[in-house]
T-cell receptor, first 111, second 117 residues
Framework: GEDVEQSLFLSVREGDSSVINCTYTDSSSTYLYWYKQEPGAGLQLLTYIFSNMDMKQDQRLTVLLNKKDKHLSLRIADTQTGDSAIYFC???????????FGTGTRLQVFP | GAVVSQHPSWVICKSGTSVKIECRSLDFQATTMFWYRQFPKQSLMLMATSNEGSKATYEQGVEKDKFLINHASLTLSTLTVTSAHPEDSSFYIC?????????????FGAGTRLSVL
């Protein structure tokens, strides 16, 4: 079945880079996404990558996809306190609308 | 990006009552909307897919009669939690796709926190 796993917690110092990792099991993923959720709020789409791509960069965000190992990562350069939130990776399966979400990684940025 | 609005943001109700949550697409028409449920410190679980003008498609294990979904217009989907009980307390989030754009991108509302006493 479909399963998406993330580490639960990451703590980084302000100005350092953060790397959030995600593994998934379904090889028919078409798109993979990163969403950000601040306390008590909905989800904000940060970036996404098509499954035939290896890397995508968007300003401070870099997404790396290793399809062979079914591993997705999100690197945030120059992490700021405003980046503190929960980050969810998600995958869409085949041609369906369905999104499978990971367990979420809580990123805490300290001064 | 596209804007999806949810109302109310927080609701407290007595056990046995029904609660309606609205999800609106503000600057686009959404033929398909999605309803998710999120328990504290957990991930989002898809409950159902709401299709304008037709019946919703529910995920396995989600009670259709408990969670009534109506998508009567291209900008509004509603989720009604009927005869709510404390175990229904959760964070409910809707999302919508923008027609004409990448069909795999979903934009999310801010969520509704339901507390059943």
């Amino acid at each position: 079945g479909e399963d998406v796993e993330q580490s639960l917690f990451l703590s980084v110092r302000e100005g350092d880079s953060s790397v959030i990792n995600c593994t998934y099991t379904d090889s028919s993923s078409t798109y993979l996404y990163w969403y950000k959720q601040e306390p008590g709020a909905g989800l904000q789409l940060l970036t996404y990558i098509f499954s035939n791509m290896d890397m995508k960069q968007d300003q401070r965000l870099t997404v790396l996809l290793n399809k062979k190992d079914k591993h997705l990562s999100l690197r945030i350069a120059d992490t700021q306190t405003g980046d503190s939130a929960i980050y969810f990776c998600a995958e869409s399966i085949g041609d369906t609308d369905k999104l499978i979400f990971g367990t979420g990684t809580r990123l805490q940025v300290f001064p | 990006g596209a804007v999806v609005s949810q109302h109310p943001s927080w609701v407290i109700c007595k056990s046995g009552t029904s609660v309606k949550i609205e999800c609106r697409s503000l600057d686009f028409q959404a033929t398909t909307m999605f309803w998710y449920r999120q328990f504290p410190k957990q991930s989002l679980m898809l409950m159902a897919t709401s299709n304008e003008g037709s019946k919703a498609t529910y995920e396995q294990g989600v009670e259709k009669d408990k969670f009534l979904i109506n998508h009567a217009s291209l900008t509004l989907s509603t989720l009604t939690v009927t005869s709510a009980h404390p175990e229904d307390s959760s964070f409910y989030i809707c999302s919508a796709r923008v027609p004409g754009l990448d069909k795999n991108i979903q934009y999310f509302g801010a969520g509704t926190r339901l507390s059943v006493l």
